[in-house]
């Protein structure tokens, strides 16, 4: 049975940096694609980035494009979001996110990790 366990994140200035952590048990993520969404209250978890399974194509959300980082380590079955240049309104709950196969193109599952919160705030 495959869990997505999350760690990181936190509360940090405007202008700060977190990162996040999303690791596998239960099964290799290496021929998945992963990402990362974002919930704030009255509005749809967005997804912010996205890595593929190889790690070669990443996408992200304009709003985060030149401040966020997705990236992956298959040895260690994990799955990596740096946050610079933090702003109040990336506050939210972070969740990574399984994909059905190896691109960003390829319909989600419901695989979900825990959520993690994120408060940018002075």
């Known amino acids: 049975q495959l869990q997505l366990v999350q760690s990181g994140g936190g509360l940090v200035q405007p202008g700060g940096s977190l990162s996040l952590s999303c690791v596998a048990s239960?099964?290799?993520?290496?021929?998945?694609?992963i990402g990362w969404f974002r919930q704030v209250p009255g509005k749809d978890r967005e997804r912010v980035a996205c890595?593929?399974?190889?790690?070669?194509?990443?996408k992200y959300a304009d709003s985060v494009k030149g401040r966020f980082t997705i990236s992956r380590d298959n040895f260690k079955n994990t799955v990596y979001l740096q946050m610079n240049s933090l702003k109040p309104e990336d506050t939210g709950i972070y969740y990574c996110?399984?994909?059905?196969?190896?691109?960003?193109?390829?319909?989600?599952?419901?695989?979900w990790g825990q959520g993690t919160q994120v408060t940018v705030s002075s």
């Open positions: 996110r399984l994909y059905v196969g190896s691109t960003c193109s390829h319909r989600t599952t419901d695989q």
């Open positions: 890595i593929s399974a190889s790690g070669s194509t990443t």
């Open positions: 239960g099964r290799s993520l290496e021929t998945y694609a």
